[in-house]
């Protein structure tokens, strides 16, 4: 005779958002003890989740933490977007994010070997994991932390896909409170242009070296078909990143300017006012690699006509001191990840194998 009810297996499928036919099978194994039959339960979803984790997880939600002088950012990936817009999943990604910020987890694999709520993260992850009833993944996680003089903050976009934190040192605390709501700004601005580093400075000049000579190619191209149709060509760039604009560079583009506005017939005692402007416009030209990808180089998506730097240097002013990005993190979910497209047919006489 079984020692439980259909209460029994109401509260153990409340207590373990399992299926009511699994929650009969453990009330039965374990003769009606509850806490045994969540044991049972999570042996089963332990193996249920080892056969869903051979799955590609490359959808799922950013989920972000600030508060104070600290920064927390997640990438938590499951298997379909129709799971990454569940009610569960979200809190399940909140409840991960709260757990990496508490803990000050600097990273994924912090967070993969830690523990929550008095178990292995593992095996809270593989209890979400039968819940929900698709592969998650924390896959990558940044923490940044400040002080007094270090000003953090942040930005997820409304889809939940992409998500930045960002870090800036102050000259003081004052600036430090004061650019903090723009530093969500360039966050966003972060999270809409995609810079991959800091600045030029960062860039190794064997990939300089490689990136103008694929663009010059891919020009070369371009020009051919544009020449056959009686088009405008392109110009083809001598130099694209600050990083090539040595002191000898700008000397001889200077020199060049001045032969061109003595041949224009300009008056050389007006010159003083119109190289400054016209030396910039030929460093902008050659410097499209340090626009697309260093941040601190990009036009300002809020202000086109000026840097993100310059930016950042008018908001510091104004509070009296200066600033400096000193880091930033953006993650987009599923970034850099391979799905196989199957064919559905096959799919499903898989499934049915």
Known sequence: ???????????????TSAGMM????????????????VEWL?????????KKAGKVAAEGLISIKIEGDKAVLVEINSQTDFVAQNETFINVTKEIAEHAFDNSLEDADAI???????????????????????????????????????????????????GVIIAAKCSSKDVADAIKSDLKNISMHISAMNPKTLSYRDFDEKFVE?????????????????HRLGKKEKTIPQYISMSQLTEEVLTKAEDTLKEELKAEGKPEKIWDRILPGKLARFISDNTTLDKE?????????????????????????????????????????????????EDFAAEVAKQMA
Request: aromatic share 4%; proline share 1%.
């Open 210 to 226: 490689d990136e103008i000579k694929g663009r010059i190619a891919s020009i070369e191209k371009e020009n051919i078909e544009l």
């Open 112 to 162: 993969n070997n830690s523990e929550i709520n008095s178990q292995s993260f593992g095996d809270y992850l593989s209890l979400q994991i039968s819940k929900i009833g698709e592969n998650l993944v924390v896959r990558r996680s940044a923490l940044l932390e400040g002080n007094d003089t270090i000003s953090v903050n942040g930005y997820v976009h409304a889809n939940g896909r992409i």
């Open 1 to 15: 005779m079984a020692n439980f009810g259909p209460k029994d297996i109401k509260t153990l499928r409340e207590m």
């Open 42 to 50: 999570k042996e089963k979803g332990l193996g249920a989740a080892a």
């Open 22 to 37: 699994d929650c009969k099978k453990a009330l039965s194994s374990s003769d009606g003890d509850m806490d045994k039959a």
């Open 293 to 341: 990808l260093a941040l601190l180089d990009q036009d300002f998506v809020m202000d086109d006509k000026i840097t993100v730097a310059q930016h950042l240097e008018n908001v510091a002013k104004k509070a009296g001191g200066t600033a400096e990005i000193v880091s930033f993190t953006r993650l987009e979910v599923g970034e850099g990840i391979e799905v196989v497209e």
